[in-house]
């Protein structure tokens, strides 16, 4: 059973409705239709800090500044003109300050349903619009500001949002600092220079690495040692430390005002939120720090460029180094500028491996590119996504491989040219031994055919005879291929003796001319006064009459024939034909034509036996091969240059003899030669003594060290052999040029792929042979280096 109650009356109604008012926290009135206050409970009498007999009868005009009392009375009329109620954000003014209220105004009728007051319940939002306006300044300072600015219009906005005066961001260089430096100082509503300062005994040794601090007022006193403190006339501080994700301590922020900061909560609240972003920013900035100090010193070439259109955005010193522009050049030619400009190496195959880098992840791959003095070279690319300052990237890092590329192609050629020699190496031995086993067949054979035509003729038999002397025509044509292919093997030797060329090719003109068609423009250029050579006169035209007949034949009976002889000093190549390697001091014998030029493939295998592009029955194709053996056989080799449609040049390289004047011109110094093969170092002794030097010969490279090493300048010239043990001639040069840098060196080797001769002449080395010596080369040598 409910208890029973007795019913309510207008009476009962009006005392608990008078509590309510009377106790309610918000402020609530009562106006009629001319703006006169006739209730107001008494959290408007302690908001406002007037009694009621003070508001009561007097109107907004009475108690507020016009611009305030002009928008109460507005937001009145409207209730008042609408009968409808209204809810507002009101600004009013007391004597603690400016406050803002939500008002909630509805319309009062009388009986007869008219309007005839306006009743009000505010709620005091002042602190909550504070804390938003704090926000708002707190995201002012967090999204409107990039890279450095960041830390600007943190102090900017903290200031403002505590209604501060001071505030500023600091940084540590360590997290065991003992001073920080700011990087935005906040006063009197403008930026200041940044400044180092001490931490002890300012109110930041209390929060950096620890927590937040707040001094409510006497922070001056409190810190007396704080010269900022003093400068700025400071009362009141507080401070947030600022921490990395890692637990580091990066630095702090601050605030601080010449009276008194709001309340300590708000304050802790909104240094907070404000922290979070000068963290971040500060990991960004250390970040980039080391990404810039890596990008700025990297040896390779770095670029920067746009994750969507792929433009170049940035390049390192390297880069601009390496390609040969300048940093403004770079950015405004864009990578395409670099490409060889022909596929797989376009700009358009630029744009392709960077799509594939944003799509499909990391690339490398190599590039030839182009310098700005117009050279090509390899570079190495790898091609990967990247965050910097938080902005996606494609970031290109390239190594210039062209040494590595072009060691690749020589070991490639070297290779090629070891195989091509071991072939014909191969091809000369199995030819010269077929042609050795074919003479002694063809001896038999002739000896029998001219015994058998002398029988024929005996009996008068015609017939037998024309039958027997086919026979042995075709074995003397036998017997002269097989002296070709000994000659090629070089197991045929002619009788050497002392030419002068210029003579010799001056008489070859007239059997020249006979042989070549009048379409044929025959063209010598000869030096003069060049020294002899040692060369079988009948050879040398053999080899003279094939390469100009291949000359002939490639121009088709029409063209230029151009014999070239000059002196050709040092020379330095891969022959043509044996594939080998050599150097020295040549004559250079030329024979030039204007034909088609030679195909690549014809080049690999013209020197070899029986090899031939011509028809049929138009060629033995033993003419080469007879000038490959010729030549090789006097110490010679071949060069070959040609051109698709711009004929081909064979010249041939032949050592000179010693002049005369060289014989007769007497050497003076005195030598070392470091040798452990006792016929070998008996031989240079011999010579060198024969040309007119003092020398002293060591089979022992250690004893000769320590007895050179104790005058190294009473030598003029050291030969030294390489292969040698417990120490090699290199190491020996390395010592005794320690000693004396500008000692005239030579090395010599048995084995000619076992000294680099550009590494070994970069070490102070100046000279680099290969066995057998070429004593021209050495007399020459010896005369250039020994003191006059």
Known sequence: MHPSFPPLTATDLDHPLRQIVDNSSAVIFIKDLAGRYRLVNPAFERF??????????????????????????????????????????????????????????????DAAGRVIAVCGIATDISERKRIEEALSHVALGVSAATGDAVFAAIARYLALSLHANFAFVSRAASPDSDSLDTLALYHAGRLIPNVRYELAGTP????????????????????????ALRLFSLDSYAGYPLFASDGRALGLISVGHSHSLPE?????????????????????????????????????????????????????????????????????????????????????????????????????????????DGSLHWDEVCLKRASIAGIERILAFTRDISERKQAEQQRAELEQQLRQAQRMEAIGHL?????????????????????????????????????????????????DLIQQMLIFSRGSHGQPRALELEQLIGEFRQLLRSTMPPGIDIDL????????????????????????????????????????????????????SCQQAFAGDYLVLGVEDSGPGIAEWVQRQMFEPFFTTKASGQGSGMGLSMVHGIVHEY??????????????????????????EHACRPLHGRVAVVDDEPLVAEFMSERLRQWGLD????????????????????????????????????????????????LPIALYSGFSDQLDEAHVQALGVRAV????????????????????
């Not at 006169?537 to 024939?561: K, Y």
């Not at 052999?721 to 020996?732: I, V, W």
Request: aromatic share 8%.
């Open 264 to 372: 300590r909560s708000r304050v802790e609240a909104v240094l907070k939120i404000f922290s979070v972003r000068a963290a971040a920013e500060l990991q960004r900035l250390d970040a980039e720090t080391s990404y810039r100090s890596i990008f700025e010193s990297s040896m390779d070439a770095i670029f920067v460029h746009d994750l969507d259109s792929g433009a170049l955005v940035d390049v390192n010193p390297s880069a601009c180094a390496i390609y040969g522009y300048s940093y403004e050049e770079m950015l405004a030619q864009g990578i395409e500028a670099f490409s060889v400009g022909y596929s797989p190496y376009s700009g358009a195959d630029v744009q392709r491996w960077l799509a594939l880098a944003r799509e499909q992840g990391p690339q490398r791959f190599e590039w030839l590119r182009r310098h700005r």
């Open 695 to 742: 020398v002293q010969v060591w089979s022992d490279a250690e004893q000769a060290c320590g007895e050179l090493q104790l005058d190294p300048a009473a030598w003029d010239l050291l030969i030294l052999d390489q292969c040698m043990p417990r120490l090699t001639g290199l190491q020996l040069a390395e010592r005794l040029l320690a000693a004396r840098p500008d």
């Open 769 to 788: 042979w290969h066995k057998p010596l070429d004593e021209s080369a050495l007399y020459t040598w010896l005369r250039t280096n020994l003191p006059a």
């Open 431 to 479: 030819t010269g031994g077929i042609a050795h086993d074919f003479n002694n067949l063809l001896t038999g054979m002739l000896g029998y055919t001219h015994m058998a035509e002398e029988h024929a003729e005996e009996r008068d038999d015609a017939q037998l005879g024309h039958y027997l002397a086919r026979v042995r025509h075709s074995a003397e044509k036998a017997r």
């Open 204 to 227: 930041c040794q209390e929060v950096f690495g620890k927590r937040f601090h707040f001094v409510e007022q006497g922070a001056r006193e409190r810190y007396a040692a704080s010269d």
């Open 635 to 660: 110490g010679g080799h071949l060069q070959l240059s040609t051109q698709a449609g711009k004929g081909s040049c064979f010249q041939v390289l032949i050592p000179p003899l010693l002049s005369m």
């Open 48 to 109: 406002f800090q007037r009694t009621a007999e003070q508001v009561l009868g007097r109107s907004d005009h009475e108690l507020f500044v016009p611009e305030v009392a002009d928008a109460l009375r507005c937001n009145d009329q409207l209730v008042i003109s609408q009968g409808q109620p209204i809810e507002v954000e009101e600004q009013v003014q007391s004597p603690n300050g400016n406050w803002v209220y939500l008002s909630s105004k509805f319309p009062v009728f």
């Open 525 to 576: 250029q000869m030096a003069r006064d060049l020294p002899p050579v040692l060369f079988d006169p009948v050879q040398l035209e053999q080899v003279l009459i094939n390469l100009c007949i291949n000359a002939r034949d490639a121009m088709a009976g029409s063209g230029q024939l151009r014999i070239t002889l000059r002196r050709g000093g040092q020379q330095r190549g891969i022959c043509a």
